[in-house]
């Protein structure tokens, strides 16, 4: 048989449904379980939407000893399946709070709500805003990150190209891991944390990643700016990077953090690196229509924190996916395995 479409609708001559299909019976399924099919579904049959979805329900329509059933592994139906799968929001539901450190600094708090369900360890993520930025524009991205198991702390602070406040909060994370009396006491994987930010905030990025001592395991600028733009205190060297980095940017920031910029950032580093360019995006894109972002960015957070070998296929391969896909340009890899 030939490999189906996730989602497909089809009409068997039995009265069951065989391997890797479900009858259409409006029953209830475990988002976790079925990530990909929710994300095209979505609640629009029934579920919460948060742990549970709905099939649609054809019982009775069928002819009299045939099954319709829906297919619940096979293709997803995309001609960039890895970007569509982790643009969709992912299995967990999402909980934010907020947080203080010993300075009097503060950060926005975005988490599953189910921490540690069935004994996952969430991966730590420090993000960083953009100048004059607030956690409250970049929500959908951080929100989107949580869905898929995520722990992020955000600064508050719209200056943060020190990387001071981004490094901070990825300490104090592992700190609250360790402390019975936190909400996260025990629920988070230390050993797999990752930096990320916009603008001002990708090169605290870099410089909260090269002074971590280790602690931060991968780093995604995005947008990084031009050496022109950034300040004496916010000086970075990405040829220092040790860990895989993703640069990202877009075709139409051209003063700021112009993709050719971002071409020498790139080959700058020793090690394990990938490049891409949104088509058509600016420098606030990632805070003003995000979509284009989030899947690609999730598929490296996932491949990286979470050891996802789908998600690898969109930077690793014989072409990445990233490389086929014409929503990208200047996309680049090198030494990642």
């Avoid at 996730?6 to 009409?11: K, N, P, Q, R």
């Avoid at 640069?247 to 993709?259: E, K, M, T, V, Y």
Wanted: proline letters at 6%; hydrophobic letters at 40%; one cysteine or more.
């Amino acid at each position: 048989m030939v490999e189906p479409f996730i989602g497909e609708v089809a009409l068997f001559g039995f009265n069951f449904a065989p391997t890797g299909w479900a009858s259409c019976e409006g029953q209830l399924l475990p988002i976790a379980q079925n990530a990909a099919l929710f994300s095209l579904l979505g609640s629009t049959f029934g579920g919460d939407g948060q742990t549970t979805f709905a099939l649609p329900d054809l019982h009775g329509q069928a002819p009299a000893g045939l099954t319709y059933c829906i297919a619940l592994q096979g293709i997803f139906p995309s001609g960039y399946p890895i970007e569509a799968y982790y643009r969709s929001a992912g299995p967990w539901a999402i909980s934010s709070g907020t947080y203080t450190d010993a300075s009097g600094d503060t950060y926005d708090l975005f988490y599953p709500t189910n921490l540690g369900a069935d004994g996952f360890k969430h991966p730590i993520l420090t993000w960083g805003n953009g100048s004059f930025g607030k956690t409250s524009d970049v929500k959908d991205v951080l929100n989107q990150f949580a869905s898929w198991g995520f722990v992020t702390i955000a600064s508050t602070s719209g200056w943060t190209g020190t990387g001071n406040e981004m490094l901070t909060g990825a300490q104090d994370m592992v700190s609250l891991n360790s402390d019975p009396d936190s909400m996260f006491y025990n629920q988070l994987n230390t050993d797999e944390v990752g930096a990320i930010g916009v603008s001002q905030g990708a090169g605290g990025t870099v410089r909260a990643t090269l002074h971590s001592g280790g602690l931060i395991k991968t780093a995604v600028p995005i947008s990084l700016p031009a050496p022109i733009w950034v300040t004496e205190s916010d000086a970075f060297n990405v040829a220092q990077l040790s860990v895989p980095v993703l640069f990202l940017g877009g075709s139409n920031d051209l003063l700021i953090s112009p993709p050719w910029t971002l071409l020498e950032y790139y080959s700058e580093v020793p090690g394990a690196a990938a490049m891409l360019v949104l088509n058509g995006a600016d420098h606030l894109t990632i805070k003003n229509s995000p979509g284009g972002y989030l899947g690609y960015i999730t598929a490296w957070l996932m491949y990286q924190l979470q050891a996802d070998q789908y998600a690898r296929g969109a930077f690793v391969g014989d072409p990445p996916e990233a490389n086929t896909n014409t929503n990208w340009s200047w996309q680049v890899e090198k030494n990642l395995s």
